[in-house]
């Protein structure tokens, strides 16, 4: 989602085409994906999920790129408390989704391993996660299934809660750059967050422009302070942090973006995240800059 902002490059725009081809390429049936490609070893115990699913069809939708409806079975996983459960996987709740049933006779083809995999892992088949459904959000937008997602957003915010409010996306920072995603969509209901979490970031920010002393949680800071429209809380030293860490090749250090679960034994990441985030906060601020004729 971050070198949709450099579109205008040709070569951002090509790694895009490349991305959005293998994305559709491995796909699911009915427009469903899942954390894994059939080649891993991990495809046949691993459950569908709405979290990928639904930042796939975002970035497809942007591309312009047709794929299968998926909205109706994202929208049976409706949870009691208005929010979505993070797995596509059989519960005893009542679905009449086709492609809901699809999946659960897959999943029942396998039932060692799938018990094997709710037993040692840390997901749970009920599991509800606020950031899984904030990026539902992003792909759904303002519409009356969503609004528990930005009623849920805001008290989780400002009762302090957000560093347990999803088992898989820990990074604070990571959490208030997807929220202010959907700010920056357009859904100004989590208006109310938009101070709050400013407050919380700004006071991150070291003497050098850092933020923990490493890349990402600075560019991830500069794009959420860009996102909820404060691009004159950014420090130059911020960006010239990012500017004098690159890498001779290009990209910058690699680190962990999202974990197997809150006990963090595990976790995935990797200099393109990295460095597609540092893009991102460099390209904008310098729009940002432009606009509001700040650069030198």
């Not at 750059?177 to 407050?199: A, D, L, M, T």
Request: with cysteine; glycine share 4%.
């Amino acid at each position: 989602l971050s070198l949709v902002h450099l579109r205008s490059f040709e070569d951002a725009n090509s790694i895009l085409e490349k991305a959005s081809k293998f994305l559709k390429e491995k796909m699911c049936r009915f427009g469903i994906w899942q954390n894994f490609t059939p080649q891993h070893h991990w495809f046949t115990i691993n459950p569908y999920d709405i979290d990928n699913t639904a930042c796939a069809s975002v970035i497809l939708e942007k591309m312009g790129i047709d794929f299968p409806s998926n909205k109706k079975t994202l929208l049976s996983l409706k949870s009691k408390s208005g929010l979505f459960y993070t797995w596509l996987t059989f519960r005893w709740n009542w679905n009449t989704n086709l492609v809901y049933w699809y999946y659960v006779v897959k999943e029942l083809k396998n039932p060692i391993k799938i018990h094997m995999l709710w037993k040692y892992f840390e997901c749970d088949r009920d599991d509800v996660d606020l950031i899984v459904n904030n990026n539902l959000l992003l792909y759904f937008g303002e519409i009356k299934e969503t609004q528990q997602i930005i009623n849920s957003l805001i008290t989780t915010i400002l009762e302090n809660k957000e560093s347990t409010c999803d088992k898989w996306y820990l990074n604070l920072q990571t959490i208030y750059y997807f929220i202010s995603k959907n700010y920056h969509k357009g859904i100004k209901k989590i208006e109310p967050i938009r101070e709050v979490i400013k407050e919380r970031i700004v006071k991150l920010i070291s003497n050098d422009g850092s933020v923990n002393g490493n890349s990402m949680d600075t560019a991830l800071v500069i794009c959420t302070l860009l996102n909820f429209d404060f691009p004159k809380e950014i420090p130059e030293a911020s960006i010239q942090f990012l500017i004098d860490n690159q890498k001779p090749s290009g990209a910058w250090e690699k680190r962990l973006f999202t974990y197997g679960g809150p006990k963090r034994i595990m976790g995935w990441g990797g200099e393109e995240i990295t460095t597609a985030i540092c893009l991102e906060a460099i390209h904008r601020y310098s729009e940002a800059s432009i606009r509001n004729n700040t650069l030198a």
